[in-house]
């Protein structure tokens, strides 16, 4: 699947016989679009553009494209990939701009410009879209939706907690690993949630970090425990189950997480954990994170704290509200989205607990709802070169003028204004090169990426 010629949508391969005669140049760009009035975090371009655009394509990659869209019936440039092959080493001729990666930018302006370097493969701008479009969108959508969530979480803690800075980046755990798609949309999702937090399950995010963006370990995760393992000591032996836990996983400062509704989560909270094994959990030195995992959330994570609190005790804090004692806390990770979590900390705001005592696990949400029309993503062409004229290239469908798009070579300011290139002047164009004919020419460390993000 790594054949460039092929990360195309079929009808792309009669393009090169679409344009006008003597075209030369094509120069299109990518924006989201929806909701209006919101802003979308960019991030995941570089590590598309290290896996698939520095490594060339082959005289073999050729080959199987040409048989392939032969038999799939479609006419096939071949002449033109073959020029291509022989003058840029299979490395394909474009010049790409984006904005910095970690950058929240406003609805409805251009994120990536990117217009062929080579006037005889005008074709070639149109037939990167679908690879393209898909490496910034995605990625982008779950970052955006990661740093809306951590905004909240942000809020509520400010409200309730005194240790804000400390707490925030673990509170929303990425659960989304096994609901994704494929391992690379789990790569890609969890990457870009790790761009706001720093709790992941997600593994190959980890590795993405590594690989793409220089960062020898971009999250962590902790000793948690799965109903398998909890059931596997059968329901006579749930106490036996927990107590192994704290065996296994205790000690001064540690945290492990242990899931507690296989049953009865109310006995397992209010009996189990906070009489049976109430001494030994604070005594262990470390601190017990109960998960609830069914229910409704709102609903089952305050009674469950109210049942901790109850038991374990704690503390109000300078700002009024309760923080747990600290050998325990809770994590909530079944049907989390943005609006449940907003409401549970709501609710639990409005019972006097801080926000400091909870955390969240988002698994789908996260990683496998966001699609294209989330932020309604397009990637459109708005200039062409033709004889040595560029030429306005847009679209203006009277039946919806939301899919408007726009005219000429782009740039954007540091003001956040999207005028023609030529009028630019003194400003900062935000659209940077970052590849050109098999270069990066820009490269973001994770650690960057993630102090832009905060800087928003």
Not at 251 to 271: E, M, P, Q, T, W
Not at 332 to 353: R, S
Request: charged share 25%; aromatic share 10%; net charge negative.
């Amino acid at each position: 699947m790594k054949n460039i010629l092929l990360n195309t949508d079929s009808y792309k391969s009669s393009h090169f016989l679409q344009y006008p005669p003597k075209s030369e140049y094509v120069s299109s760009y990518i924006e989201a679009r929806a909701p209006k009035d919101s802003k979308t975090l960019f991030f995941g371009l570089q590590a598309f553009i290290k896996e698939y655009l520095l490594t060339p394509f082959t005289k073999e990659d050729l080959e199987e494209a040409k048989e392939i869209m032969s038999l799939h019936g479609l006419p096939f440039n071949y002449e033109g990939w073959k020029y291509i092959l022989e003058t840029y080493n299979g490395y394909l001729p474009l010049e790409i701009s984006a904005v910095d990666e970690g950058l929240l930018v406003p609805i409805s302006l251009p994120l990536v410009q990117v217009v062929n370097s080579d006037a005889k493969v005008y074709w070639l701008t149109s037939y990167i879209e679908t690879a393209l479009l898909r490496a910034v969108w995605f990625p982008t959508s779950v970052a955006t939706i990661s740093y809306n969530i951590k905004q909240t979480i942000k809020r509520y803690l400010e409200e309730t907690s005194e240790e804000v800075e400390m707490q925030l980046p673990f509170k929303l755990h990425d659960f989304g690993a096994r609901g994704t798609s494929s391992q690379e949309s789990a790569m890609l999702g969890g990457m870009a949630h790790l761009v706001n937090f720093q709790g992941t399950d997600t593994l190959s995010a980890i590795i993405g970090a590594k690989r793409y963006y220089s960062c020898d370990m971009a999250g962590f995760s902790i000793p948690a425990s799965e109903h398998s393992t909890m059931t596997s000591w059968t329901k006579k032996g749930e106490m036996d189950a927990y107590e192994n836990m704290i065996k296994q996983f205790g000690g001064d400062g540690k945290l492990f997480a242990v899931v507690s509704d296989s049953y009865d989560i109310y006995n397992a909270v209010s009996n189990i954990w906070g009489k049976d094994l109430k001494e030994k959990v604070k005594e262990s030195g470390a601190t017990l994170v109960i998960r609830p995992d069914s229910g409704d959330p709102k609903i089952m994570v305050l009674e469950v704290m109210k049942r901790v609190y109850e038991s374990f005790g704690g503390r109000r804090n300078t700002k009024g509200y309760i923080v747990l004692d600290d050998s325990v806390r809770v994590i909530q990770g079944d049907g989390v989205d943005a609006k449940a979590i907003e409401e549970i900390l709501q609710a639990l705001k409005e019972e006097g607990f801080s926000a400091e005592n909870i955390a969240f696990g988002m698994g789908g949400a996260l990683l496998q709802q966001p699609n294209r029309d989330t932020f309604s993503f397009a990637m459109k062409a708005s200039a062409l070169r033709v004889d040595g004229v560029w030429r306005d290239v847009f679209k203006d469908p009277i039946s919806d003028s939301k899919k408007s798009s726009k005219k000429g070579r782009l740039a954007l300011s540091d003001d956040f204004e999207c005028v023609r290139f030529e009028d630019i002047g003194s400003r900062k164009n935000l659209l940077e090169v970052v590849y050109k004919d098999g270069k990066l020419l820009k490269e973001y460390s994770f650690d960057e990426i993630r102090r832009k993000a905060c800087e928003n």
